[in-house]
């Protein structure tokens, strides 16, 4: 499964089905590919989110906290634009 595709299962039937592509963009230019991405939002413990993955999040319709962590912290605890250690 491609993570447009997951966003898309997982976004549907929520308001926020039309920020998909945000999400998968944000993602994506994070983690250097799209593949790496969809592994991190259905593995990667957030951790000042209670170490739920950004999927158990969004499953839980806290899609709003989530958008809000990934553009003011980003997907590693790093400001956007900043430099991973990945």
């Given at each position: 499964m491609e993570l447009h595709e997951k966003l898309t299962q997982d976004l549907s039937a929520t308001p926020f089905a039309a920020c998909i592509g945000e999400?998968?963009?944000i993602l994506t230019e994070w983690t250097g590919?799209?593949?790496n991405a969809y592994q991190w939002y259905v593995t990667h413990p957030i951790a000042s989110l209670g170490s739920k993955t950004a999927e158990q999040i969004v499953r839980e319709r806290d899609f709003p906290v989530l958008?809000?962590?990934l553009k003011q912290v980003g997907f590693a605890g790093e400001r956007r634009g900043g430099s991973?250690?990945?």
């Open positions: 999400v998968a963009q590919s799209e593949r958008m809000e962590h991973s250690s990945r």
